[in-house]
């Protein structure tokens, strides 16, 4: 069982708010990656990491930020939130080598 | 044309009938081929890994993997109402990043 942990699960904010997104996992992965998905839609990546001070933005572009100060810790940040951000936030992890990624459970935002 | 397509459904089979999904991938080199079920507002769950060619077994689901022709495809046998969700076809991309390219989903519908 992969130990891959989001929070909050749902948010609810207004506009203008600054919100981080908190990912963690304990199984010490180098790669963590962050999908949006809006619901009945496919995944999209907005950002991934390789490792420690390691960011890159993914498929899809996004107003969210990331950092990876610590191996375990991957969060989202938003700094000024909007109704166009309103969607499922998802973060994976893998080893290396040819692993499959796993998934959090997700945090549902929505945006008022 | 994209990089993993999947018929997007939705796939209708009665309750232990064999479900079938296929999923067509336009990268030679991939090396690593997932099968993830995601149920209404869940995160996706890793279901099923397959790396070589044949087939791979694992209780009521077979992966079928065929390079030469870069086809991918899951079995779900004795189909169940439970088993009725989306299912995602992921395919490792050619370079050694972790990132997966994600097929649109399949959604499955088991009828009792």
Not at chain 1, 26 to 33: A, I, L, S, V
Not at chain 1, 62 to 91: D, G, K, M, N
Request: glycine content about 8%.
């Amino acid at each position: 069982e992969a130990d891959i942990y989001q929070t909050p699960r749902y948010l609810v904010i207004g506009t203008g708010k600054k919100i981080t997104l908190e990912c963690s996992q304990t199984m010490g992965h180098d790669k963590m990656y962050w999908y949006q998905q809006d619901p009945g839609m496919e995944l999209h990546l907005i950002h991934y990491s390789y490792g420690v001070n390691s960011t890159e933005k993914g498929d899809l572009s996004s107003e969210s930020t990331v950092s990876r100060i610590r191996t375990e810790h991957f969060p989202l940040t938003l700094e000024s939130a909007r109704p166009s951000h309103t969607s499922q936030y998802l973060c994976a992890s893998t080893g290396n080598g040819n692993q499959p990624q796993h998934f959090g459970d997700g945090t549902r935002l929505s945006i008022l | 044309q994209k990089e993993v397509e999947q018929n997007s459904g939705p796939l209708s089979v009665p309750e232990g009938a064999i479900a079938s999904l296929n999923c067509t991938y336009s990268d030679r080199v991939s090396q690593s081929f997932f099968w993830y079920r995601q149920y209404s507002g869940k995160s996706p769950e890793l279901i099923m890994s397959i790396y070589s060619n044949g087939d791979k077994e694992d209780g009521r689901f077979t992966a079928q993997l065929n390079k030469a022709s870069q086809y991918v495809s899951l079995l779900i046998r004795d189909s169940q109402p439970s088993d009725s969700a989306t299912y995602l076809c992921a395919v490792s991309g050619s370079s050694n990043t972790g990132k997966l390219i994600f097929g649109q989903g399949t959604t499955l519908q088991v009828k009792p």
